[in-house]
């Protein structure tokens, strides 16, 4: 599976944990029809469920007039999981993840998504690089 794809699959399941409130997994199975799950798309589930309170804590202190809370679901996941990728994924360059994020916003959030993912991610790259 390429990293795009396992993105995909991560990002959906993000949101079944998210939204649906269930085990990550759960989610993994759902996402891919209970078959061999990548190693790839297992860290960034379980490393986003495992660091959300840091990554929540990080993506509020660079949100500019919106709760986390309010940000629309797919957002969300996608915010939590570019920003577990920048602060722990030693393996993918930080300019990939911002990237990668906001292609995924682009394709399964709204018209605005993919900049908003960017204004918050362009941030949180900032505060990183403190």
């Known amino acids: 599976m ?6 995909e699959k991560a990002l959906q399941a993000l949101f079944q944990i998210d939204v649906g409130r269930i ?7 759902n996402v891919t029809g209970g078959g061999d799950i990548d190693p790839f798309l297992r860290q960034l589930v379980f490393g986003v469920v495992e660091h959300q309170e840091e990554i929540d804590e990080l993506l509020r202190a660079n949100l500019e007039k919106w709760t986390l809370e309010r940000v629309a679901n797919v957002d969300r996941a996608i915010l ?8 722990y994924a030693d393996d993918v360059p930080v300019s990939v993840s911002l990237d990668e ?6 394709k399964f959030g709204d018209w605005k998504s ?7 991610l362009s941030k949180v790259k900032a ?4």
Do not use: I, W
Not at 2 to 7: D, G, I, L, S, Y
């Open 80 to 87: 939590r999981m570019a920003t577990y990728e920048m602060k």
């Open 2 to 7: 390429k990293r795009h794809e396992a993105r």
């Open 101 to 106: 994020a906001v292609e995924l916003a682009k």
């Open 114 to 120: 993919g900049s908003f993912v960017n204004g918050v």
């Open 23 to 29: 085990p990550p997994d759960e989610a993994l199975h």
């Open 127 to 130: 505060a990183l690089q403190k």
